[in-house]
């Protein structure tokens, strides 16, 4: 799928939590945000595995590429529809009560590989029901508990299509963890589905 349509909003009707690691999980991570429409009614939640220790330009990357504007979060900030946010490689993104921000400072890099995980969960803990989760690729299996909590706290969950590798990924660990996946696929027909459920909850 190639065309992508991108059609402008405030107070968050959404949460759409997106993980993934390495170059294949930005390279979805770009595909997916390119083609979500750029009124979408939902905040988006970015978290993508990056070196703890080193100066990250993601923000700027995912910028040329997304149809609605990336930022990075600050602790407390309060979210609006139409963004995404991503956090700092030494402090990762999560959700906090009342539609907030929360970063989870880690300068030790105590949480290694399970950001995703840590930011699926508190999406499962603050978000009601308005929420979905989202696996991209990546190796291991972070965010594979985290979507499983999503699922069990009533959110939807997404995972990408696997790829015919060798070695269990991402996507595969989510799918084969626990609980059913509402929706697997590749990056634009994943972004086509959320746009279809925001919109369906906005109008319901």
Do not use: W
Not at 1 to 29: E, H, Q, T, W, Y
Not at 50 to 74: C, G, M, Q, T, W
Not at 102 to 116: H, Q
């Amino acid at each position: 799928m190639s065309g992508c349509d991108p059609g402008r909003s405030s107070a968050p009707d959404f949460f759409v939590a997106i993980g993934a690691s390495g170059a294949k999980g930005l390279n979805d991570i770009e595909r997916l945000l390119g083609c979500l429409p750029n009124d979408l009614a939902a905040v988006v939640l970015i978290v993508l595995h990056r070196p703890f220790d080193r100066v990250s330009r993601l923000r700027e990357v995912l910028n040329l590429k997304s149809a609605i504007p990336i930022h990075i979060a600050e602790d407390g900030e309060v979210l609006r529809n139409g963004h995404g946010y991503i956090g700092e490689p030494d402090a990762h993104l999560a959700l906090a009560a009342s539609n907030l921000g929360d970063l989870i400072a880690d300068p030790d890099n105590l949480y290694r590989n399970r950001t995703v995980d840590a930011l699926f969960r508190s999406v499962a803990d603050h978000a009601r029901d308005r929420f979905i989760g989202v696996v991209l690729s990546g190796s291991l299996d972070d965010g594979s508990r985290g979507l499983a909590a999503v699922h069990d706290a009533g959110g939807l969950t997404m995972v990408l299509t696997p790829r015919d590798e060798p070695q269990r990924g991402m996507p595969e660990n989510a799918i084969g963890y626990n609980g059913p996946i509402d929706f697997i696929g590749v990056p634009e027909a994943i972004a086509a589905n959320i746009a279809d459920r925001v919109r369906a909850r906005k109008s319901a």
